[in-house]
C-alpha cells in the first residue's frame, strides 16, 4: 500500500515541544506582520499581467483571489499551530495523510519556491532597467539583454534577461556565504514598500487624468474565459494569487500569539481584508489614469499575458505607454501622469525591497529540501553544510541555478503561473489535513482551533482547485508533469530510502543553535 506510512504526529511535535518559544504577539501585531509579508512582489511586478488577461476586472480578480485566500489561511493557521515545526504542508501532510502525498506535496512546493523566486528575479529586472538604468543613469540595456527570447514571450530581439538571472545568482551566493536578513532591515523594506504604494493610491485616485469611462468595459474578457486560456477575471486571480502567499508566515507565527483563537484570525483575516482593499485601490489607480484595457487578438479576445503574440503587439509605437506592456507598472503609471520623481521614488522601493523576498523564496526551498532529505526522501549529501559557511551550500548553489536560468528565459507571468500552480496544490493539502487529523485526531491540543471546519476546509478546497482549473493551460499541464517526475523519483529512490519505511523517524533537536538528531523507531 502506498499510503500506508504516516509519521508519527508525537514524534513530529516533540521538535516543537523543546522549543521555547514565548506568546508576545497581540492580533494587531501579527496584522501588521501578515500585511508586511504580504505587500510586495505580485503587486508590483503582476498588475500588467492580470490588466491583460482581465482588463478593469483586475479589481474583482484581487477580490475573488483574497477570498480564496482567507478561507485557505484559517486552515493554515490550525495546522500551523498544531504542528509548529519546519516543513510547512509538506510535514502537516506528512502526519495525516502519509508518506506518499507528503512527498507530492514537497515536490510541488520546491516547484513553487523555485518558479517564484525566478518571477520575482524577473519582476526586478524590470524596476532596474527601467528606473535606475534608463531614469537615473541615463542607459538602456539592448533587448538581447534585457529579455528572453521572442518564443518564449520575451521581447523582440530578446535573448537573455540578463539582469535577473544576476541578481538570482547574487542572493543565492549571498546565502551561500551566510547572509542572512536581519528583522530591522526587514521592517524598514516592508515600511518602504507600505509608503510607496500608499503614495501611488493617493497621487493616482486624485490625479485629473482619473476618469472613470476607463472603466468600460469592465469585463472585456468575462467572469471566466475559455478553459486553459487563462483569461477572465477568475484566470487574473488565479495570476494574481501570487501576491497574497505570504499569509502563511503569519499563520506559522501561531505558536507566538497570544490568545491565539481570537488573535489568529484576527491577524489572518485583517491583514488579507487590508491588502485586498489596497490592492483593488492599487488596481482602481492604475486603470482610472491611464487605463487598463487588454490588447485584443483579431478574434476579439486578449492575447494570452506572457505570449510571443502579446510581445510583438507590446513592441509597436502605439502600445508604447499601455499598463499591460509595462516591466515596472506602477512606476509606469505615475510617470504617465506627471509624478515622475515620484515614480521613480516607487522604481527603487521595489528595486530595494525585491531582493529580500528573493531571498527568502530560495531560502524557504533549501528547508523544504532539509526536510526531505532528513528523513531519508532526497540524498542527505544534497543537504551537505560547508566547513567554512555553515549552510547548505550544495543544495542553495543548485537552487540558485535553476532559478537563476528560469529568470533568464521566462517572463514573469508564466512564471507565476507555474509557481501558482504548485502554491493551489500545496494549499488545497493543508484543507485536506485539518479534515483527517479532526477525525483521526479530535482530542489533540489546538492553540487555534477553526469554527465551521466543515464548511470552511471544503470551500478552501473548492476554491484553490477551481483557480487551478483557471490558469492557463501550459500551467494547468505542468503541475502534473512535474508530479510524474516526481513519481519517479519517489517509487526509483526514496520510498526504499526513507527512514520512516526503515522504522526510524528523525526528532530535530535544537541546542544551542545547532541541530541533533534523535532517532525515535516508529511503531511496526
Known sequence: MIFDRVKPLDAILATAE?????????????????VGCIIGTGIFVLTAAGAQKAGPGLMLAFLIAGAVCIVAALCYAEVAA????????????????????????????????????????????????????????????????????????????????????????????????GTSESARVNAVLVAIKVAALTAFVALTLTSPEFDTARFNPFLPAGVLGEFGSGLGAVGAAATIFFAYVGFDAVSTAAEETKNPQRNVPFGLIGSLLFCTV??????????????????????????????????????????????????EALAHVLRQIGFSGVGNMLG??????????ILVLI????????????DGLLPERLSAVHPKWK??????MMTGLVVAIGAAFFPVGLLADYANAGTLYAFFMVAVTVMVLRRKDPLRRRP???AGVWIIAPLTLAGCFYLYLNLPWQAILVLPAWGLVGLLVYFGYSRRRSHLGRGIVEVVD???????????HAPD
Open 18 to 34: 523543546r522549543k521555547s518559544l514565548h506568546r508576545t504577539l497581540s492580533g494587531l501585531q501579527l496584522m501588521l506582520f501578515g
Open 82 to 177: 498544531m504542528i509548529p515545526v519546519a516543513g510547512s504542508a509538506y510535514t502537516y501532510t506528512y502526519a495525516s495523510s502519509g508518506e506518499f502525498l507528503a512527498w507530492t506535496v514537497g515536490w510541488a512546493l520546491i516547484l513553487e519556491y523555485a518558479v517564484a523566486a525566478s518571477a520575482v528575479s524577473v519582476g526586478w529586472s524590470g524596476y532596474f532597467s527601467g528606473t535606475i538604468l534608463q531614469e537615473f543613469l541615463g542607459l538602456q540595456l539592448p533587448p538581447w539583454l534585457s529579455a528572453g527570447p521572442l518564443a518564449l514571450g520575451g521581447a523582440p530581439g530578446g535573448l537573455i534577461n540578463l539582469p535577473a538571472m544576476i541578481i538570482a545568482l547574487l542572493v543565492t551566493w549571498l546565502l551561500m556565504i
Open 278 to 327: 489596497f490592492y483593488i485601490l492599487v488596481a482602481a489607480g492604475a486603470i482610472g489614469t491611464i487605463g487598463g484595457q487588454p490588447i485584443m487578438g483579431p478574434t476579439g479576445v486578449p492575447f494570452p499575458a506572457g505570449s510571443e503574440e502579446l510581445a510583438r503587439q507590446c513592441a509597436m509605437p502605439q502600445y508604447a505607454a499601455a499598463l499591460v506592456c509595462s516591466d
Open 348 to 357: 527603487i522601493a521595489a528595486f530595494l525591497a525585491l531582493p529580500s523576498v
Open 363 to 374: 531560502f524557504a526551498q533549501t528547508r523544504i529540501f532539509f526536510v526531505m532529505s532528513r
Open 391 to 396: 549552510t547548505p551550500h550544495v543544495v542553495t
Open 448 to 450: 487555534f482551533r477553526m
Open 510 to 520: 535544537e541546542v544551542g543553535g545547532e541541530e541533533t538528531a534523535i532517532p525515535i
